[in-house]
């Protein structure tokens, strides 16, 4: 064998959801990767339609600044607090690589989003996964470094990454719950990814406001689901100016223009529409619990998502089997084949529509 296969670098990627060619047109119901069923806000396609495409001869703001300024007005935070990304995939990429470069292991559930395991073993980062409790709730205790005894030894961690709510279970742990675990370890890094934050129903949820209080914490959030934005891949990053100082130093020495123009403009474009935002979010919000409800009838169990996805395991059916017989209808959802949640289904919250067809297929499945 050629001595350069041996020089390629050995890697097991993660497994996106399909995306299949039609999506969009005629029957197919795709509920598989949690994108919103509702378009952008009109100001997005006002933006895009009044686009100056002389603009693009000239390589993008390096410091995303049309983005970052709306960013900053809609936290009340300085723009220097900021890191935006092309998608909150790149921009927890940019943060392993940043963060995460110590000998210790990193530490994230053993059920959460998958890609957090690809990056660690891109970045040659350690890591140890922890296990969820019976009931698919991170264990703080297990995230909080032991001292040992006559104070000499501490057991500590080379990072933390946390999806709040936590993927594909869409189960949320309190604001107390992340202060708890970004405040006892002050010698770590913590990332929340907040991908699903605006669909939680509880008050005063996300981990922003924190990052103002702690050095160590960097909150993650995306336009791709609340926003109706995952075609733009925009995604950004909130901490101290230290954090975000080195966030930058590693992506400029990788990419220096890695958000285009356009995305900084029709994001900033979909800032600037908060009521849309809103609305939107109460109608995914208001299906969701219309179709968990639905489900529970048909028999499912559901864990109690705060996300824009249900996840949900029938007593008496194979998941697999249910995915199966739902692709025949041409409605597509998630199924993840890892030990504890082989039985479970990520059904994405569609349209009111989309979601009685589901319903209503899945109940003929059962009785079939
Ligand atoms: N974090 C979580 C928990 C997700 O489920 C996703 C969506 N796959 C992402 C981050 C990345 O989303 P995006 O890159 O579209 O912002």
């Given at each position: 064998?050629?001595?350069?296969?041996?020089?390629?670098?050995?890697?097991?990627?993660?497994?996106?959801?399909?995306?299949?060619?039609?999506?969009?047109?005629?029957?197919?119901?795709?509920?598989n990767t949690n994108e919103n069923?509702?378009?952008?806000?009109?100001?997005?396609?006002?933006?895009?339609?009044?686009?100056?495409?002389e603009a693009f001869r000239l390589y993008p703001n390096t410091d995303a600044a049309p983005i970052v300024e709306e960013l900053a007005k809609r936290f009340g935070l300085p723009q220097e607090c900021f890191f935006v990304g092309v998608g909150s995939d790149d921009v927890l990429a940019a943060a392993f690589q940043t963060f995460f470069s110590g000998t210790k292991p990193v530490l994230f559930p053993d059920i959460t989003y998958s890609f957090y395991e690809v990056w660690a073993g891109l970045y040659r980062v350690?890591?140890?996964?922890?296990?969820?409790?019976?009931?698919?709730?991170?264990?703080?205790?297990?995230?909080?470094?032991?001292?040992?005894?006559?104070?000499l030894k501490k057991d500590g961690n080379g990072g933390i990454v946390?999806?709040?709510?936590?993927?594909?279970?869409?189960?949320?742990?309190?604001?107390?719950?992340?202060?708890?675990?970004?405040?006892?370890?002050?010698?770590?890094?913590?990332?929340?990814?907040?991908?699903?934050?605006?669909?939680?129903?509880?008050?005063?949820?996300?981990?922003?406001?924190?990052?103002?209080?702690?050095?160590?914490?960097?909150?993650?959030?995306?336009?791709?689901?609340?926003?109706?934005?995952?075609?733009?891949?925009?995604?950004?990053?909130?901490?101290?100016?230290?954090?975000?100082?080195?966030?930058?130093?590693?992506?400029?020495?990788?990419?220096?223009?890695?958000?285009?123009?356009p995305a900084q403009l029709l994001g900033a474009a979909s800032l600037r529409a908060e009521e849309y935002f809103k609305e939107t979010i109460a109608k995914v919000i208001a299906t969701r619990e219309r179709s968990r409800a639905r489900l529970e009838e048909l028999g499912f169990s559901c864990t109690d998502s705060q996300a824009n996805f249900l996840f949900v395991t029938h007593p008496a059916a194979k998941a697999e089997d249910l995915l199966a017989e739902l692709r025949k209808e041409d409605i597509i959802v998630r199924h993840f084949g890892?030990?504890?949640?082989?039985?479970?289904?990520?059904?994405?919250?569609?349209?009111?529509?989309?979601?009685?067809?589901l319903v209503a297929c899945l109940g003929e499945i059962l009785r079939n």
């Open positions: 064998m050629a001595g350069w296969r041996e020089n390629i670098r050995k890697v097991t990627p993660y497994v996106p959801g399909e995306q299949p060619k039609q999506a969009g047109q005629g029957r197919l119901i795709k509920l069923p509702y378009p952008p806000t009109p100001e997005v396609a006002e933006c895009l339609k009044k686009m100056d495409t350690p890591y140890r996964k922890l296990p969820l409790d019976g009931q698919f709730r991170i264990r703080a205790e297990d995230y909080i470094p032991v001292k040992r005894e006559k104070g946390l999806a709040n709510p936590n993927a594909p279970t869409g189960i949320f742990e309190p604001l107390s719950f992340v202060e708890q675990i970004v405040s006892q370890n002050p010698d770590s890094v913590v990332i929340v990814d907040e991908a699903y934050i605006d669909f939680v129903t509880m008050p005063k949820a996300s981990a922003i406001f924190l990052t103002q209080k702690y050095e160590n914490l960097l909150v993650v959030q995306t336009f791709s689901k609340s926003r109706s934005m995952a075609g733009m891949r925009i995604g950004y990053a909130v901490g101290q100016p230290e954090l975000i100082a080195a966030l930058n130093a590693v992506k400029f020495s990788w990419n220096s223009y890695t958000m285009n123009l890892a030990d504890r949640i082989r039985n479970y289904l990520r059904i994405t919250v569609g349209t009111d529509e989309e979601m009685e067809r």
